[in-house]
């Protein structure tokens, strides 16, 4: 299954700038309603933007009297715009580190079912004493074992997800049966920090598995991030180096998974690589950028995620005027095709590990 190539952009707060909720064209109160988020959305979509991605902390306000240091869960963010819009992707980003794992598949899982199969999800970790000592839920911890758990968190959300056959329900009113139990199934995962039972309790996401994502910023963000199917990296001058360690990771994990992992002629081995870069069209101007991406297009990445540095000024020049230019260079579709965030990216539904027709 083939894609184009993909464009997203970021939604956190008024922008990427920490001072854009002071412009004459931000109302600050819409920040806290979830308004800016859904105008941006909405604007992204109907310009053919594939995906919006939403950003999240958990350090607790600072005392930087210029700055916005409030924040709207992502995730609830994610699903206030879920049902105003029709076909953009939608992807919250979920600090695992301090959240529980059963709790991070059901949500998302919600968020698939409500939007129709437009879902995914960042996974972050947090190393930060700060955000420990704001939730108070364990001590902090180095990168390396913090993202040693996110990888399995993110298989046991896989295997939670497939908890639930995809006929599970059957809603068969005669006898009363709304839920067929013989195709729900215990996932009995064990890691070193945690286990689950299953089965989740959320029916299996109208996607199968919604897209699961990494943005990375150290090593070992790097290295988790071939479990991915999305990973977003920085724009630096090892960016085709980066791409390159992602393929060979993941290439890596495919031979290790052994022989019973196989892969068709036109499947991708790895994730789909995203460059994401803060960007600034309303004062860098819109030719300058779209020369940009298409320098990264030429080092093999799949897309581009934006993150605007004002959404109320820059949303509208990226879908009104950077996007028409990206199409001209062969760089962006129509983004009209609706479907599942999958079937749109050009990724495979995943087959139901527990499912008794794939035994």
Same mark, same amino acid.
């Given at each position: ?140 911890? $180095? ?5 040693? &758990?996110? =990888?399995?968190? !993110? @298989?046991?959300?896989? %295997? *939670?997800?497939? #908890?639930? +056959? ?104 790895? $994730? ?5 870069? &803060?960007? =600034?069209?309303? !004062? @860098?101007?819109?030719? %300058? *950028?779209?020369? #940009?991406? +298409? ?65």
């Amino acid at each position: 299954m083939s894609h184009g190539f993909i464009t997203a952009i970021e939604i956190d707060g008024a922008g990427g700038d920490p001072g854009a909720w002071r412009g004459p064209e931000v109302d600050p109160r819409a920040i806290l309603t979830g308004e800016l988020a859904v105008r941006a959305a909405q604007r992204a979509e109907a310009a053919g933007v594939d995906l919006a991605t939403f950003a999240d902390a958990l350090e607790a306000p600072d005392d930087v009297p210029d700055r916005v240091s409030v924040r709207l869960d992502a995730l609830g963010l994610a699903a206030r715009v879920a049902p105003v819009t029709q076909r953009i992707g939608l992807l919250p980003t979920i600090t695992v580190t301090h959240t529980e794992p059963f709790h991070v598949q059901a949500s998302v899982a919600t968020l698939d079912h409500i939007s129709g199969g437009r879902a995914g999800w960042i996974a972050e970790v947090s190393t930060s004493a700060e955000a420990a000592a704001v939730i108070g839920r364990r001590e902090p911890a $180095p990168a390396a074992e913090t993202w040693r &758990e996110a =990888r399995y968190v !993110v @298989d046991a959300g896989r %295997r *939670l997800w497939d #908890s639930w +056959e995809d006929d599970a329900i059957i809603r068969d009113a005669a006898t009363g049966r709304f839920v067929d139990r013989e195709k729900l199934h215990y996932v009995d995962f064990e890691s070193p920090t945690f286990s689950v039972k299953g089965p989740s309790i959320v029916p299996r996401p109208p996607q199968g598995h919604p897209i699961t994502a990494i943005r990375v910023s150290t090593p070992e963000a790097l290295e988790a991030a071939a479990d991915a199917e999305l990973v977003f990296l920085p724009d630096s001058g090892v960016l085709s180096d980066q791409v390159l360690e992602l393929r060979e990771n993941a290439r890596r994990s495919v031979t290790l998974a052994g022989p019973s992992v196989t892969l068709t002629s036109d499947q991708v081995v790895g $994730p789909l690589v995203l460059v994401s870069a &803060e960007v =600034r069209p309303h !004062v @860098d101007g819109v030719e %300058r *950028l779209a020369s #940009s991406i +298409e320098e990264w297009a030429a080092v093999g990445v799949d897309g581009v995620q934006l993150r605007p540095a004002s959404l109320e000024l820059d949303v509208p020049l990226i879908a009104e005027q950077l996007l028409p230019v990206l199409r001209e260079r062969g760089l962006a579709g129509s983004g009209q095709r609706g479907g599942s965030l999958r079937g749109r990216l050009g990724l495979r539904r995943p087959v139901n590990r527990y499912a008794r027709s794939v035994r």
